[in-house]
């Protein structure tokens, strides 16, 4: 058998070197900012993705691409990495590019990551933007929030949220089962700007009973996200975000649904609009003395109108409602009321829980109150 020679490693050497470079990669930490490096010239739209890479195989930037959809656009920023000589030490990174132009106040943000030129694509990062200084803040009503019915991403009974928002500050909890059918929490909380919210779910396991002896609930490591852009206060687009284990091979498991304020005492349309309302201007600050009052008695479908039958003859109105959607809140209500002083119409596009708010005919913000039910 021939000796080894003196400058060639063992096997045992060999073994020990693989070890050490094959490490599972830990999941990138990274951020997404509007002008994250203040530079003379630049841009104020320019878009910074930094972060901290698990390897010194730092992304690079291939293309930044935008599609539009209904409500947004999509922005797909593709990188790849060099996979020649990666030492296994944590590298902070920073990558710049330009925000598409002609792209909409909300925008959704896609991540993409090869490995190399010829491995597949696969998402490893997901947020929703929001550039537009203008867009009118939306306060989301509080409570029990379900998917909305008929939605294209309608996912049946089973998933819910109950939201609280409450001086800009969005808490978000929901309740869901794992695989083996065991309960599970999430919780998060993030501040709210333009009805846009982004955060990171902590995942709570076992815990106490509900009359046993107190058992303190663990805290699950896994990764979970919600992204979530309020349409109205009672209307909302979520994406719930998942990924199991911590390494940067594990794809990201995006869902993405239509969720609306549920109402606990059904019919929807009949709790929601019947009563006494208080109509005030919220951009004056004598409201006061600028009130208005009406009554609404009935409630009528005939889809996709709503009609509204009111206790004063000087008093008219209709709604439009979602196509097929009966348990969700109207698309938007206008109401006319004759005054001494000439018509005065409003158009309520929010709704939540004894509350709308929209404009009058010269643009004016004003706001419904539910003074009495009946």
């Known amino acids: 058998?021939?000796?080894?020679?003196?400058?060639?490693?063992?096997?045992?050497?060999?073994?020990?070197?693989?070890?050490?470079?094959?490490?599972?990669?830990?999941?990138?930490?990274?951020?997404?900012?509007?002008?994250?490096?203040?530079?003379?010239?630049?841009?104020?739209?320019?878009?910074?993705?930094?972060?901290?890479?698990?390897?010194?195989?730092?992304?690079?930037?291939?293309?930044?691409?935008?599609?539009?959809?209904?409500n947004s656009k999509?922005?797909?920023?593709?990188?790849?990495?060099?996979?020649?000589?990666?030492?296994?030490?944590?590298?902070?990174?920073?990558?710049?590019?330009?925000?598409?132009?002609?792209?909409?106040?909300?925008?959704?943000?896609?991540?993409?990551?090869?490995?190399?030129?010829?491995?597949?694509?696969?998402?490893?990062?997901?947020?929703?933007?929001?550039?537009?200084?203008?867009?009118?803040?939306?306060?989301?009503a509080s409570g029990w929030w379900w998917p909305e019915p008929g939605a294209a991403q309608d996912s049946g009974p089973g998933t819910g949220l109950t939201v609280d928002y409450q001086n800009g500050l969005l808490t978000l909890l929901t309740q869901t089962f794992d695989d083996h059918g065991q309960p599970e929490w999430l919780l998060g909380t993030a501040p709210m700007k333009r009805g846009i919210a982004n955060t990171e779910l902590i995942k709570f396991t076992q815990g106490q009973s509900l009359t046993g002896k107190y058992k303190p609930p663990l805290i699950d490591n896994s990764r979970n996200a919600i992204h979530i852009r309020f349409l109205s206060a009672s209307r909302a687009d979520v994406w719930l975000e998942s990924r199991q284990g911590d390494s940067l091979d594990q794809l990201i498991s995006l869902r993405k649904l239509t969720m609306v304020r549920y109402f606990m005492d059904p019919p929807i349309l009949d709790r929601l609009l019947k009563g006494r309302w208080l109509v005030a201007p919220e951009d004056n600050p004598n409201y006061a003395s600028s009130t208005q009052q009406f009554r609404v008695l009935s409630v009528s479908v005939k889809a996709p109108e709503i009609k509204l039958g009111f206790a004063k003859?000087?008093?008219?109105?209709?709604?439009?409602?979602?196509?097929?959607?009966?348990?969700?809140?109207?698309?938007?209500?206008?109401?006319?009321?004759?005054?001494?002083?000439?018509?005065?119409?409003?158009?309520?596009?929010s709704f939540s829980m004894d509350r709308m708010r929209g404009h009058n005919q010269y643009g004016a913000r004003v706001s419904a109150f539910k003074i009495n039910p009946n």
């Not at 709604?319 to 209500?333: G, T, V």
Request: proline share 10%; hydrophobic share 35%.
């Open 313 to 349: 003859n000087h008093v008219k109105g209709t709604c439009r409602m979602h196509p097929d959607k009966f348990d969700s809140p109207p698309q938007r209500c206008e109401i006319e009321i004759q005054t001494e002083a000439g018509p005065i119409t409003w158009t309520f596009k």
């Open 74 to 140: 999509r922005i797909y920023l593709l990188t790849n990495t060099q996979q020649s000589a990666c030492n296994p030490k944590p590298t902070p990174f920073l990558l710049l590019f330009d925000f598409p132009k002609n792209v909409s106040a909300s925008s959704e943000f896609y991540w993409l990551h090869k490995g190399n030129s010829q491995s597949s694509e696969h998402l490893l990062g997901f947020k929703l933007l929001s550039q537009s200084s203008g867009q009118s803040d939306i306060r989301p």
């Open 1 to 70: 058998m021939p000796k080894q020679s003196p400058s060639s490693p063992s096997h045992f050497v060999l073994f020990c070197l693989g070890l050490l470079l094959w490490q599972p990669l830990a999941a990138v930490e990274w951020s997404l900012d509007f002008n994250p490096v203040p530079r003379a010239g630049s841009r104020a739209d320019e878009l910074g993705l930094r972060g901290v890479w698990p390897n010194t195989c730092t992304p690079e930037t291939i293309s930044v691409k935008t599609d539009a959809t209904e």
